[in-house]
């Protein structure tokens, strides 16, 4: 064979290698016939006629991540924020995507932008900087609506940051310290109504409780009072009982009688009741002592030996 079949063959085959095309996996070959979509390549081993076809455009079905950078957003109180937002997306229609917009993903960033202020243009400063849930969830359905002709699903849009201006943060720094400062004092307040109301209610106990113990400690010297008395009156009546078993007869009686007149008069009473009996019984000892003379222990008088002073009058 000539060397120009070679070359021709040799052409022939290179041409047929690089048409033959591998299509990763989550990727998606948009494929062109003369210019004219004529279908898309899912994963795996394809081949391109050459110089007819060619790949128009290679799609990752991945989800992807678009952050966009902070954008000027006026809330309803006129107040100018920066906000940048995050946006997880993926391709859903590989057709759509390549000849549904220019540059989808521009698209979609801009999108994002204008929707992210007509929203927030809607809430005053309080309330765009406590419904982040709010906002996203707008911005997700408003934004998964109208990039349906393009070929994307968006599944989430997060907003990452919100920056309000320098005086702004300035007051709120201050009203988040005086929040913090009256949330202090109403502690400090109710912890010390606490500590009053527990020690009241203790002082209240501490009575309750010594009341308690001085009356039962009253109530047992009470008991205690009336048991010694009772004991005191039967031993008395056991000690009569006991006298007059034993047959006790007159001059021990009279000898007691006389005991008591002594422990009577000892000095530290202040009136003595004397019986009748006892008053005859000390009469009759009297005028036994007189005419016996037993226990008259009463000295006469000394004589006065001292010589008599004569009268000068009469010597």
């Not at 209610?201 to 009356?215: C, H, I, P, W």
Request: a negative charge; aromatic letters at 4%; hydrophobic letters at 40%.
């Amino acid at each position: 064979m000539s060397p120009v079949i070679y070359v021709i063959l040799a052409i022939a085959l290179v041409i047929l290698i690089s048409g033959l095309k591998i299509v990763p996996q989550a990727t998606e070959y948009v494929i062109e016939r003369l210019g004219k979509h004529k279908k898309n390549w899912e994963a795996g081993l394809h081949f391109l006629i050459p110089f007819i076809d060619r790949v128009a455009k290679k799609v990752t079905k991945k989800e992807q991540v678009l952050d966009s950078p902070p954008q000027p957003v006026i809330t309803k109180d006129n107040v100018t924020m920066q906000i940048d937002t995050v946006v997880y997306f993926k391709v859903s229609d590989a057709t759509l995507f390549t000849y549904g917009a220019v540059n989808p993903i521009s698209a979609l960033s801009n999108l994002t932008a204008t929707t992210l202020r007509n929203i927030v243009g809607e809430l005053e400063l309080d309330d765009t900087l406590t419904s982040r849930d709010t906002i996203n969830g707008k911005m997700t359905e408003i934004l998964d609506i109208a990039t349906d002709q393009w070929g994307i699903k968006v599944n989430r849009v997060e907003l990452k940051n919100i920056i309000p201006p320098s005086e702004i943060q300035n007051a709120m720094e201050k009203q988040m310290k005086a929040e913090r400062d009256r949330r202090e004092t109403l502690l400090e307040a109710q912890g010390h109504k606490a500590a009053v109301i527990t020690r009241a209610e203790g002082d209240k106990q501490a009575m309750v409780l010594a009341a308690e113990g001085e009356r039962d400690a009253r109530i047992a010297r009470a008991e205690g009072e009336a048991k010694a008395i009772l004991l005191a009156k039967q031993a008395e009546a056991d000690g009569l009982a006991a006298l007059k078993a034993a047959g006790i007869d007159q001059v021990v009686l009279e000898l007691k009688k006389y005991e008591a007149l002594v422990a009577m008069s000892n000095g530290k009473a202040s009136k003595i009741i004397v019986p009748t009996d006892a008053v005859d019984m000390t009469k009759s000892n009297v005028m036994f002592s007189e005419t016996s003379g037993l226990g008259d222990v009463t000295e006469p008088a000394p004589e006065d030996k001292r010589p008599a002073k004569k009268d000068p009058c009469c010597d």
